[in-house]
């Protein structure tokens, strides 16, 4: 049977984008992603004017726990949303072993760095390098004391868990490794620099399927952004090593 030129390219067009690799696909969703965000000095630049803000309005409220209550609660929800962007901006950044760059796109990552380094870039005065040198729940530690293990258990476990404690950001930390799992407006991802894909580094995926979160034996999960935490954040407070 002969095809019209047409119909054979059309054809043609649909077996290209079909057999597009996994990575390929993934690479162009999140270059479309990193359009939409500022860039990443002036991103830093906007949280720390927005942390001044809630400091001024916070320290303006010393005999009114009920405003500042407010005030944490607003602080607690722009650093949930504003954290989202931090790690789009990361997004490709390749995954090396000893990679502690702090700068997104250039050069490689290692886990612990990425998630020390965009803690301190939202205006968390953390020792980045002390902590991303250690296991990860020496770090979980330091920030929260809402903290959950799982030993030998499905990563369904995980995602009950989760969903039953509610949307916010948590640091989890793995055999070997660590990111955070971020859900928000019904959806959950893990977000990390992936060593099993090195080359695309810094990514967002399911928590099911074939990723470290899902084949570690041994997870530690623990809330961030609780009320103790933002109000360090607002009073730029520093965290011991």
């Not at 119909?7 to 290209?16: A, G, K, M, V």
């Not at 320290?59 to 607003?74: R, T, V, Y």
């Not at 099993?196 to 399911?206: A, C, K």
Request: net charge positive.
């Amino acid at each position: 049977m002969r095809y019209p030129f047409p119909i054979l390219f059309l054809i043609f067009l649909l077996f290209s984008c079909t057999s597009k690799s996994k990575e390929q696909q993934v690479l162009l969703w999140q270059e479309r992603i990193e359009e939409e965000i500022k860039s990443y000095p002036e991103l830093k630049k906007e949280t720390l004017e927005r942390r001044a803000i809630f400091f001024k309005e916070y320290s303006g409220s010393k005999n009114n726990k009920i405003k500042q209550d407010s005030i944490i609660a607003e602080a607690q929800n722009y650093l949930l949303t504003i954290s989202d962007d931090f790690f789009r901006s990361w997004y490709n950044t390749p995954w090396t072993f000893h990679g502690h760059s702090q700068t997104p796109g250039e050069g490689s990552i290692a886990c612990g760095y990425f998630v020390t380094t965009t803690l301190r870039d939202m205006g968390f005065n953390i020792p980045r390098i002390k902590w991303a040198q250690q296991a990860s729940e020496y770090m979980i530690k330091k920030v929260t004391t809402d903290i959950k293990r799982f030993q030998q258990k499905p990563v369904k476990d995980v995602l009950d868990y989760i969903e039953a404690k509610g949307e916010g950001l948590y640091i989890v930390g793995l055999d070997s490794h660590v990111g955070y799992i971020y859900y928000l407006n019904g959806k959950m991802s893990f977000v990390h620099a992936n060593y099993y894909r090195p080359q695309i580094g810094v990514m967002s995926e399911p928590l099911i399927g074939r990723n470290p979160l899902n084949d570690s034996k041994y997870r530690v999960i623990g809330k961030i952004f609780d009320r103790e935490m933002v109000q360090s954040w607002i009073q730029n407070a520093p965290y011991s090593e």
